[in-house]
């Protein structure tokens, strides 16, 4: 189950819905341990690959390599430029890059005729409820280890 929240934007003052998290994130235990029970890896090994794991990434994308995981997709640099553009291509230089940004894309199936049928990490059906209606009870249902909907904009770096 997903969860979204009702906001108002500011830019013409429609409604819309906003995913939302709740909870604190799932650690690198938590996703060990199931890693672990759904393959034959202990779960010490498999803690250890994910401890590795962002590190080797990141020096693959340091040498101007995107890094693809299958069953998961592609990550990869973006630069973030200060405003001050120049006048022609010969005056670009790397001085004008202030910040760098992982990019990540979602593995995706296509089929044939190059529709998408898969995209990894979205469940084929996701089953949206409005945290709102879940918080005072016009739902049943208790969501799986959260919090109550704090997670929210307090505590979801995401938004």
Same mark, same amino acid.
């Given at each position: *189950?997903?969860?979204?929240? $009702? ?11 906003? /995913?939302?998290?709740? =909870? @604190?994130?799932?650690?690198?235990d938590k996703v060990a341990d199931k890693l672990s029970l ?24 340091? *040498?101007?390599?995107?890094? $693809? ?11 973030? /430029?200060?405003?001050? =553009? @120049? ?24 089929s044939s005729g190059k529709q998408i049928t898969t995209r ?40």
């Amino acid at each position: *189950m997903a969860f979204y929240k $009702k906001f108002q934007s500011k830019l013409n003052d429609l409604w819309y819905p906003k /995913a939302i998290t709740i =909870g @604190v994130p799932i650690t690198t235990d938590k996703v060990a341990d199931k890693l672990s029970l759904l393959s034959t890896v202990t779960r010490g090994d498999t803690y250890a690959v994910l401890k590795n794991l962002g590190g080797v990434m990141a020096d693959y994308m340091g *040498m101007g390599r995107t890094v $693809k995981i299958e069953g998961i997709g592609t990550f990869y640099y973006t630069a973030a /430029a200060n405003k001050k =553009g @120049v006048a022609t291509s010969d005056e670009v230089n790397a001085g004008q890059i202030n910040g760098v940004r992982v990019r990540f894309l979602p593995e995706v199936k296509r089929s044939s005729g190059k529709q998408i049928t898969t995209r990894s990490m979205v469940e084929s059906s996701v089953d949206w409820t409005d945290i709102e209606k879940l918080m005072n009870g016009s739902i049943d249902g208790n969501p799986d280890g959260g919090d109550g909907g704090n997670g929210g904009d307090d505590g979801n770096p995401l938004g």
